[in-house]
Every structure is written in C-alpha cells, then in structure tokens.
C-alpha cells in the first residue's frame, strides 16, 4: 500500500539517498506519518539503511514514525508569544478538544504541543497546523479552530486569512527600498568577470549577516580557490534563532534578489548548483518560492549558459527543513542536505574547503545574498560609504515584543538600540535582547549602544520587553529553547543544557537557593569550554546577562539561605496517597527544610 | 622544527595527521576520554578527552599536532571540568555499579576513579530505558550507555553489519537497533563482531558470564586507567 | 592517632533505604574501633539503639530516601549533625533500591500486592503507622546538603577509618585511588 505513493516521490528525486529528508516530508505529507511498512519500501528502493531512515526521522522535531493526529497542532512557543497569551490559548484549545497537552486524543484527531519559534513573532501568537502557518491567534481563532478540527474540515477550506502572513515592513534603506530588475546584477557581474566580483564584494567589506560576520569576500574566494569536482552553493534560510523573521520576508517578497544573490556566488566560485536550506517552519513559502525559481529558469537567469554566458550553468534547488534549530549551524546544515542527522561537524575542515559533500561550499546567510546583489549593481566602494568603519550596509532587524510597530526595520549600521526603540513605539522599555536567545540581553543603561560588529553583532532578532515584564521568566523561556535544540551529540550541551533548564525551573518552582546560583555558574563555565559548537557556548547567556543586569528578578527566586530540593517532598507522596487512600498527617511531608528563613 | 609537542611540559613527539590524543597515547601519556578508541576515527563528542591548547581549550581527539604546540592536560582546572562531564554522563543514565556486570571493567567507572569523582553531584534524570534480552547470546542494556557511538563505529567500519545507530534528538538521543522489531536478536548482531567487544561501558553485554572475575582481579581492579594509556584494554578471555 | 585530652567527637550514624551493609563493612575497621572509641562517642545508631539524634560533630548516612520517615530522619541528621557523609551507593545515587525509579509508583504498587502470586487479592497497606513511599528514590544529596562522598557498596573498613581519621585529624578527608571504588 506504501509503494503506490512513495515510488512517484522516489522517482521525483532520482531514488538519490541524500534527498532522504525531502522524500520522508513528502511521504509524510501524503500519508500523516512515517509508517514503520513504509521504511521497509524505502530501505529497499533506495538500498539504505533502517536505522538511517528512523535516526533522521528521529532527528527532527516536525518527522513522526507514529501517527501524531490528523491534525497536528504546534503552537509557537517563543517568549514573544507567551507574552501575547500563547499558553492560554492552548490550555483553551486543549479544553475544548479534550485532549492532554502533548498526547493525540484517543480517536487519533488531533494532538496539541508547542515548537521552537516559528518566526511570526510580530504577528503571533502562532500555531502550526500540519505544517501550515496561522497567525495573531485570539480566543476566538482558537474556537474556530477546534470546531473545524472537530468537523474534520481540510485545510483548504479553513478561512484564508487564517494563514495569512503580513510583511510589516516598517523601514526601508537601500536593500528593501531599491527598485530591482531581475538580472541587472548578474549582467553587471559578467562584465567584471569572477575574480573582479568577488574583489568588489571584498572592497564592499560585506560581512555575513548570520551574526558570525565573517568576511563574505573572503569566503567566496576562499572557496573559488579551493579544489575540488564541485563548488556549491548554500542559502541559509534555516531562519532558526527565536525572534527572527527577517529571510521570511526576504524571501517572500525579495526572493529574487536572493537567488540572484546566490546565483552571483556561483558565478563568483564555479559552482552550478546552488541549494535554499528552507526552515520547515515556512513550508508555506515553498510553492511560492519554487514559482520564482521557474520565472527565472524561463528568463534564463537560471539554467545553461545564463542570460548568453557561454560555460555559465547555474540552477537552485529548495530543501526543506524539518524542525531543528541547530541545523543553522552551517556545518549541520550541510550534514541535514546530505540527507542525515543536523549534528555539526567536527571543524577544521570549514565549509569552504570541505563543505557540501565534501566539497568547497559557501554558506551565506539569505541577506548576505541579497545584498550581493546591490554590490554587483553598484559597486563595491559604495556599499563600504554605507554604515560603519567594520560594519559596511545595512541591517534588517526584526522587531518584537512590546512596542506599537513590530516588523522589519532596515538600517544603516551603527544605528543605537534607543533609535530603533523610538522608531517602534516602544515605551517603558526595560531591555531588548538582540540576536536572540544566543545573542545579548541590553537594558535599559545601554541603550545608546550601536547595532554594528564593533558593539552589537546581530543576526537580526530585537525583541522588545518593557518593564512589566519579568526578566527571569524571559531567560527561562530562552533555557527551555537551549534545551529542546541541543542537538545531543556532545555531553557538556546534551546534559548540560537539560541540567540548566531543571535549575532555571527549580528557581521558577521556588525552590532556589544561592547553591543554585553558583551551580548556574559553574555549569556556564563548562558549556563555554566543553561545547562542540555555538549552541552550547550560549546555551547560560541568557542566564548571566539577566542575573548581572536584572538581579531583583533572581533576588525574589531566591526563597531559601540553604540547599533545598528541587521538587516538593509533599508532592512525591502523592503517589502513595492516592493508592492507599491515606490523607493523616503522616503522610505529608512539610516544608520545614533546615535553616529556611521565614 | 621537528614533529613534537609538549604535553605538561613533557615534549610528544607525533607523525603527520595524527591526532594529539594519538601522540600522545603512543608517548605512553595519557589523557582521559571515552568516545575515543585508537583503531577508530575520532567522533569529537564526550569531550572528557579536552585539552589545553595554547591556553585555548579543545578535544585533543581532534586536533591535529602541530609541531611546537603547547598543550596542558593534567591539571586542576581541566581535571574539574572532566569530572563534571563525567558526573553528568552518570546522572544522564542509570548507572548502578554493584549490579552491574561491567564493574571493574568499566571504562567510564575507571574514568571517574581517575578523576577522583566521589558523587555525581547532580540531580538524577533516572530515566526509563529498555533492555533487550532478545539475542542468545548477548544482553543489551541501553541504562547505562553514554552515547559514545563505538558500538555503532565498529559495526559499520570493521563488521559492516550496521546493527547500531543514533536516534533521537538532545537529551533524548538513544541507541536505535537495525531492526524492524529494533531488537538485537532480529539482527546478524553476533559475538564475533568487534562490535561485540568494543562497548566501554556495560551496555553490550555476553549472557551467562556475568561477574565471572573476582573482585579484585578485574581489569581496573589491576591498575588504573592511566596505566592502560589507551583503550585497547586485554581482552576479557574466561 | 594518640590519645588526646580533646573532648570526644560526636559521631550518630543511620540506615535509610540500605541494607547495613555500610554499617557492617564499619564494623569491619576491626580492632581499631578500639582506638576510635578513644576519640569518639556515638549518639544515634543501630549500635546504640538512640532513637532521635542529637547534637553532633559527625553524622553517617547510609542508604537513600525511599519514604517519608527517611525523610524525617535525614532532616533530623542535617540539623543536628555539623558534617554529614554519604556512606554508600545508595546514599550516593539511590543504589539498588532506586532501580524502581523508572516504574510509576502505583504499577509498582498493585503489582507486588495485587498482581503478583502470594498475594493475591490483597490490599496495599494503609496503616498510619507505615512510612509511605515516595515516588522516586533519591540519594541524600538531592535533599539535603552533604559534606562528604564515602562511595563503595560498601565502602571497605579502611575507606571509613580513612575518612573518620582525616576529620579526627581535622584534615579534609582524602581517599586515596586504592581506596576508591562504587562496587
């Protein structure tokens, strides 16, 4: 019964094992899950292994090897939506559907849990529904929604605007408000020739707007220079970082300028092909996105010989991701095109020698391409006029949290945290974190500080919080993020993270002490140094940038002088009351821990 | 400048493209790790092995020796990290030596004694994890395994039966079985495998033979980690 | 050591979730519990029969906490005792008793009175009198501060009369690697 709808697929992708995770989207999108009959046919069309198949499947967070519903419900679980009511919204859900956060109900309907940052902080709080986007979620939508759950309405019929996504752009700069004809880059790129581009992209100081910053010049040439059978090209659009929703609206409306970005690279390196690592979250983006790539192949800004350069064949291809955070990290993303686990290599060797397949690639972020783009046109020396001394262009941020204005905003860099806070309509703000969960936590005392490589490098989040809101509940929600991402492959991130999260909810539980604190510490001090990656170099800086700039939050945590357990004693006899029906007061347990203050 | 390296101030010397580890295992230096096994490519992912190089920290696994480097190993301030990971590693499973047929053989029980670790000082995640019995001849015990992937190296590489692979994700990351049922009877899994005799810990296990050295005979029993060097431990003949 | 005109330590010492055998392996320093006696007195202890602890210099821990009365007792031990030591597996991760933990509590429960033969039919006990068990067993560092690890299923005679001759000596108690094993 499997083979009538995996060999179309198997077929689609030329039986080619490193397309596992597109084929496995696909069959599961036809079927609802990934029925363990159906890995029989695959391991045996495809001549691969089962356990490659179920430690994949296994991997990503939006891949089911049991049926998880019909409808499967992941509300979004940023603090930006938790700040816009989200946990609400799904303790009102599960209500009305009748189900347990986390379990399918009984007759296999519907299952309601929450997912990492969908990335429409500015118009959540969001929800996933098999994989499609609803937005600015209410009461009332989620009444909606369980009605047509319960009627068993498909999607298609659901209300359009449901899914509908705004741009919001609220400020343009040269990247956003420039007029853009397809192929004016590229013409403008063959008239100066390989090398003479890549110089230009170097005089233009672009540097990668992943956060990293890394000289793109320098990567491209790097990576022409390398040997090897092939160069490829990869957009990072795995737009993972909780805040961040900048590729989405590049992609959605300036897709163009970032294939003709990529396509510019290849032309840069020797490369023909070019790949989109697409975040799973913005499945919805897919069809579309495949729709520009088609404008182009017909214009001949994709395909052989490009707009009549002889020997230039270049054409994009999109794979999809399927829910996992880590896979931005460029080397797992590189592992999760190869059809595999996103677990990040170990380095050296970089990308650009040893990349995709083993081959020279470069790795740029979905604005890094874009921008190429406005450098071919104009040039190089005129780009670097813009911004800073080390910070040349502009910057797309991604605004959220409690202002009027949340949206995209694009600046020149160098532009202050006040700046853009004033531009947002925020007021009473207390703190932005920038960049994310993994990015720095500014308060208000720094806020003349300049977004720029030189003060604060950012992949694009700003999230907004004023002063009613607790700073402690922030950097747990980030905790929580760290935990749930961490890839797994490393001791000091795989436990360390999950030993971090359990403090930062022991604190949250009351159940803190300065013991805690310093266990906080010193589990800091062993991620920073022990990690594999950035993930786990990060995972405690939410942590100490709010306990060094938002004590009082902590302060009131700390309910206790001495150690105290991190769960309820009273609580852990529950258990054997409810079997033997005991309620006398032997069998509680009170909270009279040693040395409490009152 | 020929091919050394100091190690604590002791000069390495090292071939072309090994590893430090590698060096200085073959200098008869050791540094503690778990994931790392001489007759495999480095995997780079209990980092217990990290050291010290030119005051920047790294899994010595791998990192390639470079001729001149400067890399500290034994001292307290690594020794306290290794310890803490090593503390994890027994929080994040079940790991209860006395009933464990592994006691005294058990790299990861030597590692700790190495490293003079007296508790594992974190709260336990006491998870619930299952033990398949359903091979004649070998028991698999997925309590106390540390996700070091050797099982899963020495299958693919030297048996080329793929019986071992990583699933899951974080926290959640398990050893997953090549097999539909995902037990290890229903596989070509056998004692002959080097897969059979590679796991450090005491997930895989040969039935019926179970406690069969005394106390105080076993391989650690004997002498500690550090006088293996590295872990081509002697095989276990009874 | 030499007999000293110090006041004696207080040394109180107890038997949670274990099985004594950390007690016994105490009594196996042999005849230099003589010379111990020299320098310490016990308060609390299965060698004693006290039954509430009072104050002390020294408290020994053996086993985990498996119910409420464990519990009560470890408090009690941590509030009277200025050094307190984790004797044993148990004490240390929960040992043999905390293999159940991976079992709900309640499966557990019906299991060995309802289900299982000999049983059968039965209740599970609901005397007052009767400690009830918690949910998970959990060593005594989860609940309460502990000094110091003497780990070992048991630990041997000498790893104790290491431990206690070092705090007798007011030094930070070392083991050495001989010493040191969780077997």
């Excluded at chain 1, 990072?236 to 690279?265: H, I, Q, W």
């Excluded at chain 1, 436990?495 to 009351?510: A, E, F, P, Q, Y």
Aim: proline share 6%; net charge negative; aromatic share 8%.
């Amino acid at each position: 019964m499997h083979s009538a709808y995996i060999d179309p697929i198997l077929e689609r992708y030329g039986h080619n094992p490193t397309k596992l995770m597109q084929i496995l989207r696909e069959m599961q999108e036809h079927f609802g899950y990934i029925h363990s009959d159906a890995i029989d046919h695959l391991v045996a069309r495809l001549g691969i292994l089962r356990t490659q198949v179920e430690s994949v499947a296994g991997f990503y967070e939006f891949f089911y090897l049991h049926p998880p519903g019909r409808y499967r419900i992941l509300f979004s679980d940023n603090i930006t939506d938790r700040m816009l009511g989200n946990m609400d919204l799904l303790e009102q859900m599960c209500r009305q559907l009748w189900i347990e956060h986390g379990k399918v109900s009984e007759d296999g309907l519907v299952s309601v849990d929450t997912t990492s940052c969908t990335g429409m902080c500015d118009q959540g709080p969001a929800l996933l529904v098999n994989g499609r986007t609803v937005t600015r979620l209410t009461m009332d939508r989620v009444e909606v929604i369980c009605e047509l759950v319960r009627n068993e309405i498909p999607l298609e019929q659901w209300p359009a605007e449901f899914f509908q996504v705004e741009e919001n752009i609220r400020r343009k700069d040269v990247l956003l408000g420039s007029e853009f004809q397809p192929g004016a880059a590229l013409r403008a790129a063959f008239a100066l020739g390989p090398q003479a581009l890549i110089d230009e992209v170097k005089t233009a100081n672009l540097r990668g707007r992943g956060g990293a910053g890394f000289t793109t010049g320098l990567k491209w040439e790097g990576c022409r220079n390398a040997p090897g059978q092939a160069h490829y090209v990869v957009c990072n659009a795995d737009e993972g970082e909780p805040g961040t929703f900048k590729d989405r609206v590049l992609l959605a409306s300036y897709a163009d300028r970032v294939f003709e970005g990529m396509t510019l690279c290849g032309y840069a390196i020797g490369a023909q092909l070019g790949m989109l690592y697409l975040r799973g979250e913005y499945r919805y983006l897919l069809e579309p996105l495949q729709a520009v790539l088609e404008n182009r192949r017909r214009a001949n800004l994709l395909g052989g010989n490009i707009l009549g350069q002889a020997g230039f064949d270049f054409d994009i291809e999109i794979h999809l991701g399927a829910g996992a955070y880590i896979c931005g990290e460029e080397s797992a993303l590189i592992e999760s095109l190869e059809g595999k686990r996103g677990t990040p290599r170990n380095r050296p060797p970089f990308p650009v020698t040893h990349g995709y397949l083993n081959q020279p690639t470069v790795v740029n972020n979905v604005e890094t391409f874009a921008a190429g783009t406005l450098i071919a046109e104009r040039g190089g020396a005129w780009y670097a006029g813009l911004g800073t001394g080390k910070s040349a262009g502009t910057k797309l941020l991604s605004v959220s949290g409690d202002c009027t204005q949340p949206g995209i905003y694009e600046y020149p860099f160098g532009v202050t945290v006040a700046q853009v806070l004033e531009d947002c309509g925020a007021v009473n703000s207390q703190a932005v974190q920038v960049s994310g969960p993994s990015g720095v936590c500014v308060s208000a005392a720094e806020f003349e500080r300049r977004i720029a490589f030189e003060d604060i490098p950012t992949a694009g989040a700003f999230m907004v919080f004023d002063h009613s809101r607790d700073m402690f509940e922030v950097a747990r929600n980030f905790v929580q993020f760290f935990a749930h991402e961490s890839c797994g492959f490393c001791t000091p991130c795989r436990v360390g993270t999950s030993l971090l999260r359990n403090l930062m909810d022991k604190l949250h539980n009351g159940h803190g002490s300065p013991y805690d604190f310093e266990e906080i510490k010193r589990l800091n001090v062993l991620l920073q140094s022990m990690s594999h990656c950035g993930l786990g170099h990060s995972a405690c800086n939410p942590v100490l940038d709010t306990i060094a700039k938002f004590g009082p939050a902590y302060e009131k945590r700390l309910q206790h002088r001495d150690f105290t357990p991190a769960f309820d004693l009273d609580w852990a006899l529950a258990p054997a009351r409810r079997s033997t029906g005991r309620d006398d007061s032997a069998a509680h347990l009170h909270d009279e821990a040693i040395g409490e203050q009152p | 400048m020929s091919n050394t390296f100091t190690l604590d101030g002791k000069e390495i010397p090292f071939q072309d493209g090994q590893t430090v580890i590698q060096a200085a295992l073959d200098a008869g230096v050791y540094i503690p790790h778990l994931c790392h096994h001489p007759d495999f490519p480095p995997h780079g992912s209990c980092k217990l092995c990290t050291v010290k190089i030119n005051g920047r920290q790294t899994a010595s696994c791998t990192m390639k020796a470079q001729a001149g480097m400067v890399v500290e190993s034994n001292i307290d301030e690594l020794n306290d990290e290794r310890r803490a990971l090593t503390q994890m590693l027994f929080v994040e499973g079940n790991h209860f030596c006395p009933s464990c047929e592994k006691s005294g053989n058990c790299q990861l029980q030597a590692t700790a004694y190495q490293l003079h670790m007296l508790t594992p000082h974190f709260d336990h995640f006491y998870p619930n994890r299952p033990v398949d019995a359903s091979h004649p001849d070998y028991l698999l015990d997925t309590n106390r395994c540390i996700l070091c992937s050797l099982c899963v190296r020495a299958s693919r590489d030297v048996d080329g039966k793929n019986v071992f692979a990583l699933g899951g994700r974080g926290i959640k990351t398990h050893l997953l079985v090549n097999a539909k049922s995902h037990r290890l009877g229903d596989t070509d899994f056998s004692g002959e495998d080097k897969a059979a005799n590679v796991c450090p810990v005491g997930v895989i296990l040969k039935k019926r033979q179970g406690f069969a050295v005394p106390i105080g005979q076993r391989t650690f029993d004997i002498k500690p980690a550090s006088e293996y060097v590295d872990s081509r431990m002697p095989t276990k003949e009874v | 050591m030499s007999a000293s005109t110090k006041p004696k330590l207080k040394v109180a010492t107890t038997s949670l979730a274990g099985c004594f055998g950390c007690h016994m392996s105490f009594l196996d320093i042999d005849e230099r519990l003589f010379e111990l006696v020299e320098h310490i007195e016990f308060d609390r202890s299965p060698l004693t029969d006290i039954k509430h602890v009072g104050p002390c210099d020294i408290g020994l821990i053996e086993g985990g906490l498996c119910n409420a009365e464990n519990v009560h007792v470890l408090r009690e031990f941590r509030r009277q005792c200025k050094v307190l030591i984790a004797v044993g597996a148990c004490a240390i991760n929960g040992g043999l008793p905390a293999q159940r933990n991976p079992i709900p509590l309640p499966m557990i429960l019906e299991e060995v009175y309802h289900t299982s033969p000999g049983l059968h039919n039965g209740l599970i006990p609901n005397d007052p009198e009767l400690p009830l068990p918690l949910n998970q067993v959990h060593p005594i560092h989860e609940v309460v501060k502990v000094d110091y690890f003497m780990p070992g299923c048991p630990p041997s005679g000498d790893t104790i009369w290491k431990v206690l001759t070092d705090l007798l000596a007011g030094k930070e108690p070392v083991l050495p690697h001989e010493l040191l094993h969780y077997d």
